[in-house]
Every structure is written in structure tokens, then in C-alpha cells.
């Protein structure tokens, strides 16, 4: 699967660490929401690595589409 990375731009590797349950608080009351752990691979910006190098970060799992995943 791949990501844009927000600091560099380029899409990147990653894989699905864990999947878990999150609540929302949603318009109509509490949601439950599967929540996806992304790890995202070491990778560089010019020379050095990038500050989004080697992160985990948590999505909704329903928002994954088409294998690129947006994330600020």
C-alpha cells in the first residue's frame, strides 16, 4: 500500500500494523469506528531522511481507498 507523505510530498510504502475499535462522537450519538495503525517506511528527502520517516499513525479504516491514503 502507499501514502503521500505530508512533509515530502512523494508516495511512499506502508503497511497496516493493527486494526482496532475507536467511539465517535458522531451527529447521532456514539459511533464505533475500525481504526487502522499505518506504519510508514524510512525513506529520504534529498540527502537526509525525511521527518515523516519511520512513523506509525492511526486512520479510519473505511477512508483507505484505492491503496492512497491522505494524511495532515
Not at 18 to 30: K, P, V
Not at 48 to 59: A, F, L, Q
Request: charged share 30%; glycine share 6%.
Amino acid at each position: 500500500m502507499k501514502i503521500m507523505c505530508k512533509w515530502c510530498n512523494v508516495s511512499i510504502q506502508c503497511h497496516i500494523v493493527n486494526e482496532e475499535m475507536s467511539d465517535h462522537h458522531g451527529t447521532y450519538g456514539i459511533d464505533s469506528i475500525k481504526m487502522a495503525k499505518i506504519k510508514i517506511h524510512k525513506h529520504f528527502k534529498g540527502k537526509n531522511y525525511c521527518k515523516g520517516s519511520d512513523r506509525t499513525i492511526t486512520t479510519p479504516l473505511d477512508k483507505i481507498k484505492d491503496g492512497k491514503i491522505h494524511y495532515h
